[in-house]
């Protein structure tokens, strides 16, 4: 599991998830999940459409990506913003179905794609990853501010000077990278399962920001690091374990928020209680 | 000369082919299913919902290969089992709908993953994520066209039962409890109808062009149109017009180049009904100074119930 063929892929999952992780808080403060979905899955033609030119995928990825970025940001301006998602990711997808009748790809590559690949990550992919993912980690250090304010509150932030919508298009474009770097790895289907199910439970756990974050990447990485493990040894695909431990965490997440409520209220009635007697 | 431009639009063999009927007719259908049930869905704000639907649903359909039961029943009762699971983990309060919906997909997605591979590895039939996910219109089998028919008079009987309830809680949750409406019940029935729409539109034209029709048409429509019944009509033409244009211009493709390779009927499809919705923002635009009136108010203000309040 620890041989040579795989610290490639310990290198790049690590990356992903920590990354993942991070830019997930925004997704779920910001109600993304659906953005999030839509820009993996709409990216994934670019794949196709880069092995029709004869290009490196991620490089399809990217472009492909960052037009869904910007699609979705120009057409939420005049309109509503889950009918603009939805709309441009049929639109990457239409694409993609031309492109894929054009070349003669494998299933088994396109359903690795959709799904993820453990075993598929090759030598010169390791260094582009990891780059993306130190952008996408800074771009997200820069705007903390402004995106945090943004997020909680748009009319505060519009009151400052900040524009929302030039911060949703920002936001979106750091989605688009984190797409196209965990794509290869995780599959475009379950890349948005990472941005979501982690920093969901993060959140039930901590109200300070800092401390979810945090949080929420390190739920990530276990996520990763167990899926690709029992994918190793079970050989059934990664994006399943990826899914189902992203709602789990979800559900312990939601467990922990209950739980909490169910004991601070008992306290409450024992204090409440004590006083009567 | 009519004559030879007929020809070039349609070009021979059109209206005999067989496989063009079944797609004319099951795209038909789905596509006028998914624009009334789509009107309400993007009235609701819920497209997400729907396309995660169509997603979960194709996980049905892996399994249905696998166990060897009909891909209805597996695209149906994924849809159905995954909506319920929305419902109860709250897809109805605006507040955490998006995350809940996310968090359904994501665990559909994942065992879809996994039929997927079992599908590979037992049965060999590889091509199963293609299939599923983008569908392939011309290879549809005329023998599923009367459940189809069966299935969509179900949903379209249903939304008829909770139609103006429906409308009313669609345009304001508080107006609609007000006036005795159950609002829980109304939604859960639009629920069930968004999954077995689109179940039926996932298994028959795929996933892609099964979030197209249930959002495009009916997004486009609720920007020319004033009225709910109206706008429900003219996402049902849209929907019919783009699906239609598409299945003709994907025949007509086969003919474009010299090594007649066909473009996919779902790049087209998609690629009408997008034009369409750009070209209804420009039209709502202008109508706007003419009718300013904002949706659906107009038809609840003309009421029979309005004059017994009043």
């Not at chain 1, 403060?29 to 880069?50: C, D, K, M, T, V």
């Not at chain 2, 665990?107 to 079992?118: I, K, S």
Request: overall charge neutral.
């Amino acid at each position: 599991m620890f041989s040579g063929f795989m610290a490639n892929t310990w290198i790049v999952a690590t990356v992903v998830a920590a990354v993942a992780g991070v830019v997930g808080f925004f997704v779920v403060i910001r109600g993304s999940s659906f953005a999030a979905h839509a820009l993996p899955l709409g990216a994934f033609p670019g794949a196709a459409a880069a092995s029709l030119l004869g290009v490196n995928a991620i490089f399809g990825l990217v472009v492909f990506s960052a037009v869904g970025a910007i699609g979705i940001g120009q057409l939420s301006k005049r309109g509503k913003r889950d009918v603009a998602t939805a709309l441009i990711l049929v639109v990457l997808l239409g694409l993609g179905a031309l492109f894929l009748s054009m070349t003669s790809e494998y299933a088994p590559e396109i359903y690795s794609l959709l799904f993820g690949e453990v075993l598929g990550i090759a030598k010169d992919e390791v260094g582009p990853i990891i780059g993306l993912g130190v952008v996408a980690v800074l771009a997200i250090g820069l705007l903390y501010r402004p995106l945090m304010l943004s997020s909680i509150s748009p009319e505060l932030g519009e009151v400052q000077g900040i524009s929302t919508s030039k911060m949703e298009l920002c936001f979106l474009l750091v989605v688009a990278l984190v797409t196209a770097m965990a794509l290869p790895v995780v599959g475009a289907l379950l890349v948005f399962s990472l941005m979501v199910g982690p920093p969901a439970a993060a959140r039930a756990f901590t109200n300070r920001p800092q401390v979810a974050i945090v949080l929420s990447a390190a739920v990530a990485l276990v996520t990763v690091w167990a899926s690709i493990a029992i994918s190793y040894e079970s050989n059934w695909p990664v994006g399943f374990f990826v899914g189902g431990f992203g709602a789990g965490s979800y559900f312990i997440g939601r467990g922990w928020t209950w739980l909490s409520r169910a004991y601070a209220t008992r306290a409450d009635t024992a204090v409440e209680l004590e006083h009567a007697a | 000369m009519v004559d030879a431009l007929l020809r070039s639009v349609f070009e021979p063999g059109l209206f005999s082919s067989g496989p063009v009927h079944t797609a004319a007719i099951i795209g038909g259908i789905a596509a006028v299913v998914s624009g009334v049930v789509g009107t309400f869905t993007v009235m609701r704000g819920q497209s997400f919902a729907g396309h995660a639907l169509s997603d979960v649903s194709a996980a049905g359909g892996s399994a249905s290969f696998l166990l060897g039961i009909s891909p209805l029943l597996g695209f149906v009762g994924m849809a159905g089992i995954a909506a319920g699971g929305m419902e109860m983990i709250g897809v109805q309060r605006a507040r955490g709908r998006d995350l809940a919906t996310g968090i359904v997909l994501g665990a559909g997605l994942g065992l879809a993953a996994l039929l997927l591979y079992f599908d590979a590895t037992f049965t060999s039939t590889t091509g199963a994520a293609i299939t599923v996910l983008f569908g392939s219109m011309f290879a549809i089998s005329s023998s599923t066209i009367p459940l189809v028919v069966a299935f969509s008079l179900v949903a379209l009987g249903m939304i008829l039962v909770v139609y103006r309830p429906l409308i009313l809680s669609s345009v304001s949750t508080e107006l609609a409890q007000v006036r005795g409406v159950r609002v829980r019940l109304t939604e859960s029935i639009h629920l069930l109808t968004l999954a077995l729409a689109v179940a039926l539109s996932a298994m028959t034209i795929g996933a892609i062009l099964s979030t197209a029709l249930l959002i495009g048409p009916g997004a486009a429509a609720l920007r020319v149109a004033h009225r709910p019944a109206w706008a429900i009509f003219s996402a049902a033409l849209i929907g019919l017009g783009t699906t239609w244009g598409g299945i003709l211009l994907a025949y007509d493709s086969y003919y474009w180049s010299s090594d007649h390779r066909g473009w996919p009927v779902s790049f087209f499809v998609v690629s009408l009904i997008f034009i369409a919705y750009l070209v209804s923002g420009r039209v709502g635009a202008r109508s706007t100074h003419r009718a300013p009136k904002p949706l659906a108010i107009e038809e609840i203000s003309s009421s029979p119930t309005q004059s017994t309040r009043s």
